[in-house]
């Protein structure tokens, strides 16, 4: 049988991000995929050199549009480890319940793009509109829909009050109440099954031996998720990972729906024990020295290394996001799958590109 | 059959969207709308050129020149956070898109001669205690504080340096980058 190859991508209805695979097919079953990458590079790390510290917390924001909450909150928590900042309670309160917020209105992005991915769109709009819901709060709270732009160094920039936290308790409510039948609809409609129950499968061995991190991590069975280190105010709520074990589009796809649940009740439990204090404390001084810090992105670990030599500006910021780290493990799913299954497999990781190549 | 549940209740329910230009959206108080400027309150302290992000204010104290990027702005809210004298403020009006880049400008009263450059004792003296008086006074120079909003700015910069008789102290070129 001869070998075709096809280009996948870079511009392909189902992906939202330019990532470009070369499949060689044998009929129609992927043999082999190479990845191609660099279509959207900015060379923001080199940036870094050019803006000050204060400055590169809305560049690295820029790194992922989608999850800029939690990239600002790792860079801040390597600065202020470097200084020497304690930053207040109330703070690091506040940062989850944004990054929450944040992690919430990722997934059901993703887990519609994915429902519109096996052709369900329906389920795709209705998921949708649940997560304007979510926008709503963050722009309410932090003055814009995605980049929110509340992290600085040494703190937040903003309150949230108390009418505000009463008014986002019923508001979760309300996503809870309305998430709940679309999560038996993707949960046990067949139609859902059967485009995604055993297609893309990677083992439990495989997924630790290829380095995969996030919910790719956790639906092939391992319990790992950042928000275990205990970063911010994690030490004081309740968190257990969310973990699935048949490694397929199906787990991961559920362990995502169980985040947004879990999210919500993250979120829930910080308001409740929010703490009354300040929201930054005061700069001074440049930060000298080497530092790396994890943090759970709601597509997996994010790792942050910086360089510091005491002046204003970082002298290296180097940032691994967990789609790089979920590409090698998208390449060994590939082969063996028909071409059919291809865009929801490659979906499945939920490629963010644009993080990727920074 | 199990669809009878959704019809039913998707009929009874309103719509998720809104008939947009007819209805329109109300948009939370804290939203990082417009830009508010009270020029007349400008000190040219550079704060705000310091802490931008994108490097895009650009102040002359000399002529008493205060200069943005429309386009490069990034609408963090920095500038107005760190504004000493209440300057700049945002609100929450929405800004709508720009098609082509495009300056915004404003003279403010250039600063006085720098504290070395007096040779009189005396004359510094003066010179801090009219400044204090100023703040005091609620940062007003001619008396009244003029409001304005950016899109009346943008257009009145672009008239101004249409104009022959402008006087504009940098005769910046529309869309240079």
């Known amino acids: ?358 | 059959m199990f669809m009878t549940k959704t019809i039913l209740s998707n009929l009874l329910t309103k719509y998720a969207t809104r008939m947009h230009p007819v209805e329109q959206r109300i948009l939370p108080d804290g939203f990082r709308g417009r830009f508010k400027f009270a020029i007349d309150k400008c000190i040219l302290c550079r704060q705000c050129v310091l802490k931008c992000p994108t490097k895009v204010i650009r102040i002359d104290p000399e002529v008493g020149l205060w200069e943005r990027e429309v386009m490069g702005c990034l609408y963090c809210g920095v500038c107005a956070d760190v504004c000493p004298t209440g300057c700049l403020t945002m609100t929450n009006v929405y800004r709508p898109p720009i098609t082509e880049p495009a300056f915004l400008r404003f003279n403010v009263k250039p600063r006085p001669a720098k504290k070395k450059e007096l040779s009189q004792e005396g004359e510094i003296k003066a010179a801090i205690e009219a400044k204090v008086a100023e703040k005091v006074e609620g940062g007003s120079r001619s008396g009244k504080v003029e409001t304005m909003e950016e899109d009346a700015v943008i257009s009145a910069a672009e008239a101004k340096a249409e104009s022959p008789e402008g006087k504009k102290p940098e005769p910046a070129k529309k869309g240079k980058r």
Request: glycine share 8%; charged share 25%; proline share 6%.
């Open chain 1, 1 to 358: 049988m001869a070998r075709t190859i096809i280009p996948f991508g870079p511009q392909h209805p189902v992906l939202p991000e330019p990532l470009h695979l070369k499949l060689t097919l044998e009929d129609e079953t992927v043999v082999e995929a190479i990845p191609a990458l660099g279509y959207i590079h900015r060379g923001l790390e080199g940036l870094a050199r050019g803006r000050d510290f204060n400055q590169m917390v809305y560049v690295v924001e820029r790194v992922c549009g989608i999850c800029s909450c939690i990239h600002a909150l790792c860079y801040c928590n390597c600065i202020e480890k470097l200084m020497g900042l304690d930053v207040p309670r109330r703070a690091k309160y506040l940062r989850v319940i944004w990054s929450e917020l944040h992690r919430i209105h990722s997934h059901l992005l993703w887990l519609g793009l994915f429902a519109d991915a096996f052709g369900f769109e329906s389920l795709f709009m209705a998921l949708w509109r649940v997560r304007e819901r979510v926008m709503n709060i963050l722009e309410a709270t932090a003055g814009n829909r995605v980049i929110i732009s509340v992290n600085i160094i040494g703190g937040v920039r903003r309150d949230i009050n108390g009418a505000m936290l009463q008014h986002m308790l019923l508001d979760l409510d309300a996503i809870e109440k309305e998430l709940k039948p679309l999560y038996s609809t993707m949960m046990n409609d067949y139609t859902v099954q059967k485009r995604t129950v055993g297609v893309g499968v990677l083992s439990k061995e495989q997924a630790y031996a290829l380095g995969s991190a996030g919910p790719v991590l956790r639906g092939s069975g391992w319990a790992q998720d950042m928000r275990q280190l205990k970063y911010e105010a994690f030490e004081d709520l309740d968190f257990e990972p969310v973990v699935e074990h048949e490694g397929d589009c199906f787990a991961r796809n559920k362990v995502r729906f169980r985040e947004v649940f879990q999210s919500i009740d993250l979120v829930r439990e910080a308001i409740r024990k929010l703490p009354d204090g300040d929201l930054a404390v005061k700069v001074k001084g440049n930060p000298e020295g080497e530092i790396t810090f994890r943090v759970e992105q709601p597509r997996g670990e994010l790792f942050y290394y910086v360089r510091c030599n005491g002046e204003k500006n970082p002298e290296r910021v180097r940032i691994r996001t967990p789609t790089f780290a979920n590409i090698p493990p998208l390449l060994a799913m590939l082969p063996g799958v028909q071409l059919a299954d291809v865009p929801v497999i490659a979906l499945s990781i939920d490629p963010c590109i644009s993080c990727t190549e920074r």
